[in-house]
């Protein structure tokens, strides 16, 4: 059975500061997903990667997939204010397959 | 812009009631997911479904039943709706290898 595990669960950011989300999951995956969540809202889609060694970037964050590590990673630069929100990450093991989210990470950005 | 819509944002059921959610996507995709979310348990999938009339059980399918006779629908059905029901429901649609679109959810609280 797929299990996607986030760390930490929540991650308290000081302004200006670099800082680093993991998601590892525990079978073979061709798709990894990022996603955020503003408090009472909806899901929104930031990232997918589809391959190893795969790297995305927008604005301040970053995500990258090593598929034989089963690890993605979110890399923050310089966090703001704005980036707080709960992060999740989700693996999907084929095209009619299960997409499975990790529980989260809440990042909250302090001055 | 693909478009996800539940047919309710807040719905208040007694216990032993039979409840439909209802979701609708208008982008023609393949997939569709019945998550829960709850707080410190992230999204838990429910059912979902790569076609019509083709269903798969998800992480935690007792208590709930889905239909999906058209493409564009999928709904999720409480049977007898409990207590322990009460949460935060989200659909969600995808196609291929794109991230997966969700709704706005639908907070059902069962008295």
């Known amino acids: 059975e797929l299990k996607v595990e986030q760390n930490p669960l929540f991650l308290s950011m000081q302004e200006g500061k670099n800082y680093t989300i993991y998601c590892n999951y525990s079978t073979t995956s061709d798709r990894l997903y990022w996603y955020r969540q503003d408090p009472g809202k909806s899901l929104e889609s930031l990232f997918v990667?589809?391959?190893?060694?795969a790297v995305k970037q927008e604005g301040r964050l970053m995500a990258s997939l090593d598929t034989k590590a089963r690890l993605s990673t979110l890399h923050i630069t310089a966090a703001v204010h704005d980036l707080s929100a709960t992060y999740f990450c989700a693996v999907r093991t084929g095209a009619n397959s299960k997409l499975t989210f990790g529980k989260g990470i809440t990042l909250s950005v302090r001055p | 812009d693909v478009k996800v819509t539940q047919s309710s944002r807040y719905l208040v059921k007694r216990t032993g009631e039979k409840v439909f959610l209802e979701c609708v996507q208008d982008m023609d995709h393949e997939n569709m997911f019945w998550y829960r979310q709850d707080p410190g348990l992230g999204l838990r999938l429910i059912y979902f479904?790569?076609?019509?009339?083709?269903?798969e059980k998800g992480d935690i399918p007792e208590g709930y039943s889905v239909s999906r006779e058209k493409k564009e629908r999928f709904s999720l059905i409480l049977e007898s709706a409990s207590t322990n029901q009460t949460s935060m429901y989200l659909c969600a649609s995808s196609s291929g290898y794109l991230p997966a679109f969700f709704g706005q959810g639908t907070r059902l609280t069962v008295v």
């Open positions: 990667l589809l391959s190893n060694g």
């Open positions: 479904s790569y076609d019509v009339k083709m269903k």
